[in-house]
T-cell receptor
Framework: KQEVTQIPAALSVPEGENLVLNCSFT??????LQWFRQDPGKGLTSLLL?????REQTSGRLNASLDKSSGRSTLYIAASQPGDSATYLC???????????FGKGTHLIIQP | KAGVTQTPRYLIKTRGQQVTLSCSPI?????VSWYQQTPGQGLQFLFE???????NKGNFPGRFSGRQFSNSRSEMNVSTLELGDSALYLC?????????????FGSGTRLTVV
């Protein structure tokens, strides 16, 4: 059974810092990995999708990497801003019977 | 381009009742998946429909069911509601089944069972 772990569970940093969120998964047989952000009480906003054949994806100040063989992904946020405060979730798709498997998320607070 | 639309946004139901939630996917998307989010369990997969057929189902009791219509809109039904069914229910759509092209999520339906 696929398990996804996100470290740290919570993070509070001052504005302007670069930061890294970590995601690990136990079964490397994945289709892709997707990073989402979730604001309190809201749905999920897709940030980046990395297919299993890719090593990284970039969108603005965000960069996500994927090392499928070691079961790891990182989300790098450059020059953090208070508007980046949210919960960040990673999820893997195996293409099988269990849909997306999510981690518990990293709750990020960017202090002004 | 309209996103994924879930209705209603909020629901309050009494134990033992049943409830139906609705999801309209992005135009052209034929896959609709449903997830339950609770503080304790996080996000858990309920089921996925593609072209009106249930493809996959998560580990939930038979009280949770769904269907998909020919226009790809999907409904989820929960019968004999329990207090533990209180959660945020999220719907996701994708062009292809099993997440090959990634998912786009709706804003969710907040269900409270009293």
């Amino acid at each position: 059974k696929q398990e996804v772990t996100q470290i740290p569970a919570a993070l509070s940093v001052p504005e302007g810092e670069n930061l890294v969120l970590n995601c690990s998964f136990t079964d490397s047989a994945i289709y892709n990995l997707q990073w989402f952000r979730q604001d309190p009480g809201k749905g999920l906003t897709s940030l980046l999708l990395i297919q299993s054949s890719q090593r990284e994806q970039t969108s603005g100040r965000l960069n996500a990497s994927l090392d499928k063989s070691s079961g790891r992904s990182t989300l790098y946020i450059a020059a953090s801003q208070p508007g980046d405060s949210a919960t960040y979730l990673c999820a893997v798709a195996r293409g099988g019977a269990d849909g997306l498997t999510f981690g518990k998320g990293t709750h990020l607070i960017i202090q002004p | 381009k309209a996103g994924v639309t879930q209705t209603p946004r909020y629901l309050i139901k009494t134990r033992g009742q049943q409830v139906t939630l609705s999801c309209s996917p992005i135009s052209g998307h034929r896959s609709v998946s449903w997830y339950q989010q609770t503080p304790g369990q996080g996000l858990q997969f309920l089921f996925e429909y593609f072209s009106e057929t249930q493809r996959n189902k998560g580990n939930f009791p038979g009280r949770f069911s769904g269907r998909q219509f020919s226009n790809s809109r999907s409904e989820m039904n929960v019968s004999t509601l329990e207090l533990g069914d209180s959660a945020l229910y999220l719907c996701a759509s994708s062009p292809s089944p099993s997440g090959g092209d990634g998912y786009t999520f709706g804003s969710g339906t907040r269900l409270t069972v009293v």
